[in-house]
């Protein structure tokens, strides 16, 4: 039977956006973040859905024109390379040393997280969300103590920046109970 | 008799005929039961919380043009455990996107009566902070799932051209639509191996296959 990942979907869709970036003489900057990032950091995630979220690019009308023809030649859902996740500040410490580069396109400057601020934005938006997917996806990335710390130092910089201290001040009882709970299930 | 390496493959294969963005894409076309789509999803939809969300979005899409009593009869004869679990959490979902809940009160019974309850289930391998108040009911301790995001798990384009999906939304009767899709793929299987394979008495199929004669 001839089936096709959606990793390697994906990855097509990205080369054909290349070309056609190529084509207009256009070249863009992508930082890929979410379940794409845990798949371009060589981890075992073996299913996922099919889009990509970036970070750090504000895109041009020509760009986004370029992403729903590709979007129609491979039926993709109409934002499958999209900007939702730009939203997120402050973006965790040091995130820009930490980028790792993926050099497979000539138009396309693809970034993308490396797995310690995968896992830091993953423990904010498991605490945040509270979806099945967020807790599955830090399973897989298997982080160590220090870095659930972290992950939970990023959380508290989230809310002390968009409710300030006090608001943290009352959220630290879950926060910690949040803290127990990451040490239980992602460190046995 | 399938085995079930073979029923895990056709599964999926079928999801993806059905436009589910979870699943490997293939180009060949799969004959399933639809009803026995549905019930097979407790065992194979859990292998992630990705792929979970996309068939319960699937789940409640189709639920006008399902048949409750196929399922009940599917599920009784295939369904053990904790299956009956995620089978009730996929119907009190149905019920919960529905105008015709009361019609899904016999699954749900079906489902309370079989469920598993001695411990709690982790349906995905890991426990939740928050279980989700749904999960809970029964007896599932799972965080929500992004039931919401319909675009981003299934091409509801292709679901609705999908033949089956389109035959049923255009009034045809379960019986004659499940016949004409397994004709497709099966076209000199007997009248009796046929109703055995989609769920039917053999009666109806009998007088169904006749009429679909006439008319062919």
Redesign the interface.
Known sequence: MNTQSTFDLLLNALKDLNSLLKESNLHIELTVVGSMAIYLNGLDINRMTEDIDYISYDPSEEFIALTERISKKYKLPSDWINSRAKDIEPLPKNIENSLKLDNRFSNINLKFINIDIAIQMKVYAYYIRGLEKDISDLKVLSPTKSQIEKGLEFTKDQIRHHHGETQLNKDMVELNSFLEFLYDELLK | MMNSSNEY?RWF?FF?NLGS????????KIWMDLEEFVVLGTRYAT????????FIITCNKVAPILSPFKINKIAKKTLKNTEFNVLGYIISNIQNHTRNPGQWNSLIKLSKKNMYNLETINL???????I?TLFQEWNID?????LGEI???L?S??LLTHRLIHQRLSGVKTVFSDISFYRIFHEKTSLNQMAKDIFHDYRSVYQASELLELVA
């Open positions: 493959k294969a993806s963005r979870t699943v490997p894409r293939t180009n060949k292998e992630n919380s990705r792929t979970f969300t996309s995905f391998g890991s426990k939740a902070f928050k989700d799972s965080s929500s799932l992004e675009d981003k798990y091409n384009e292709k």
